[in-house]
Every structure is written in C-alpha cells, then in structure tokens.
C-alpha cells in the first residue's frame, strides 16, 4: 500500500509563488515517476509536472517557465515550485504516483491552490 501526503497550498495574489510537498510512505518501488495533476471546478483533471526516478520531466504547456518540479529520491518526495501564479492555476493540485510500466496510479486527497487579489 502507498500513501501520499501534500502540502503547501494557499491563497496567494496573482504574481505570487507556492511551494508544494508531498511525500510518499508505504511499499515504494524504485522505478517510478511521481508528479503534480491540478482540477479546477468544472474542469477535468490534468497534468501538471512529473518527473521520474532518473530526472525525465515532463511539464504542460501552461505552466512551462513558471513551475519547476523537482524530487529528493531518498525521502520519496517531490516538490512543485510555482511562481507567477496566474488566476487560472486555481485548483486543487494532487499528488501522483505510479510504477514505470504500469497502469496503477495512486493518489493523494489533494492541497487547495487559490490565485486571487
């Protein structure tokens, strides 16, 4: 079993930064990738970042030279730095993991990221 932990979300005026934590417990296999999804109201989910066990990134369009991803492999952790933060990033952003190869995802419960003056 995997659980995944976040933190960092708030409420912060446009042109602001974040950072947003989460960390990982439970039965980890090293061959993975762990990564930030974000769901506005009335909007599917998407991806934001990921980055995998050996540095591949992968960013969305909307967020590249904003956001940086990035990971301390020995604690299981991964970090989203967010800045120039735009009305439209409002969402609740969820924490991701899954094994390289397999189609089994886990999720944390999500961290609530508002952009408003």
């Known amino acids: 079993q995997v659980h995944l932990v976040e933190s960092g979300g708030d409420l912060v005026q446009p042109g602001g930064s974040l950072r947003l934590s989460c960390t990982a417990s439970?039965?980890?296999?090293?061959?993975?990738?762990m990564g930030w999804y974000r769901q506005a109201p009335g909007k599917e989910r998407e991806l934001v970042a990921t980055m995998s066990h050996v540095g591949g990134i992968s960013y969305a369009d909307s967020v590249k030279d904003r956001f940086t991803i990035s990971r301390d492999i020995a604690k299981n952790t991964v970090f989203l730095q967010m800045n120039s933060l735009k009305p439209e990033d409002t969402a609740v952003y969820y924490c991701?993991?899954?094994?390289?190869?397999?189609?089994?995802?886990?999720w944390g419960s999500g961290t609530q990221v508002t952009v408003s003056s």
């Open positions: 991701n993991l899954h094994w390289i190869g397999s189609t089994t995802h886990y």
């Open positions: 439970g039965s980890i296999f090293r061959f993975n990738v």
